[in-house]
């Protein structure tokens, strides 16, 4: 049987991470095998180039950035990514390209041209089958990181970006929803955890029985 690739995208504070996991848990507890990986940070030599890129001590050229999270990006194709979609197993990744679209694209005003182009080198074409963008305000994702942080200043280099910045990315992500709607199904996060796990698990679940990795429902 294929591998099968989903991702998880959306701006920081949005839930993604929390809904990986919960999906993950519930997806094992019905006997599946799933991969569970994170970009940046999916391979020992990219968690060393996470720390880098979200020391919030650390000034990093926009070029250095782009370039540090295609290098991560590469070595996760390579390593993790192609490997486990040649074993046929489910692999659901914690961001991908698309953030490199919104971030580094919109957020740092490199061109489509360029960003498509870095893109496809630390690829080599993979995409995503299927992406869940979770979807809030750049307000609520912002009252969510001081939260995490109690009450500081956002956490991470990038979580420290002002409100402009997380509205391109925002915008742009939204954008690229409405160009790939078959690909990218749209989360909406403003209600409970319960209730949003709820939505993930209705797209996923028919999803991956569409994909022969589950049977039944029940899953
Ligand atoms: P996260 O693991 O909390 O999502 O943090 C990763 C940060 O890195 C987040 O702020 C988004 C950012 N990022 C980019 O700017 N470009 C990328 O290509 C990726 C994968 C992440």
Same mark, same amino acid.
């Given at each position: ?18 809904? =990986? &996991?919960?999906?993950?848990?519930? !997806? ?8 569970? *990986? /994170?970009?940046?940070?999916? %391979? ?81 074409? =993979? &995409?995503?089958?299927?992406?869940? !963008? ?8 912002? *009252? /969510?990181?001081?939260?995490? %942080? ?70």
């Amino acid at each position: 049987m294929a591998g099968t690739f989903i991702t998880f995208e959306g701006i920081d504070g949005s839930g993604k991470s929390t809904h =990986l &996991r919960l999906l993950a848990d519930f !997806l094992r507890s019905g006997g599946l095998d799933v991969v569970l *990986t /994170r970009e940046p940070g999916g %391979t020992p030599v990219g968690n060393r180039l996470r720390a880098a890129l979200l020391d919030a001590s650390e000034e990093v050229d926009p070029l250095t950035e782009l370039l540090v999270f295609a290098a991560d990006r590469a070595q996760h194709v390579r390593r993790v990514l192609r490997p486990a979609i040649e074993e046929g197993r489910v692999i659901i990744s914690d961001r991908y390209a698309d953030a490199t679209v919104a971030y580094q694209g919109a957020g740092r005003g490199f061109s489509a041209e360029l960003i498509s182009e870095i893109i496809a080198l630390a690829t080599e074409g =993979l &995409r995503p089958e299927l992406t869940l !963008l979770f979807n809030l305000s750049v307000a609520e994702s912002n *009252t /969510r990181t001081r939260r995490r %942080t109690n009450g500081q200043q956002a956490g991470d280099r990038l979580d420290a970006e002002t409100a402009e910045f997380h509205t391109r990315v925002r915008d742009a992500y939204l954008r690229l929803a409405e160009t790939e709607p078959d690909r990218i199904k749209v989360i909406e996060t403003n209600r409970s955890v319960e209730e949003t796990q709820e939505c993930v698990r209705k797209v996923i679940v028919p999803f991956l029985i569409g994909r022969g990795h589950i049977r039944n429902a029940n899953c």
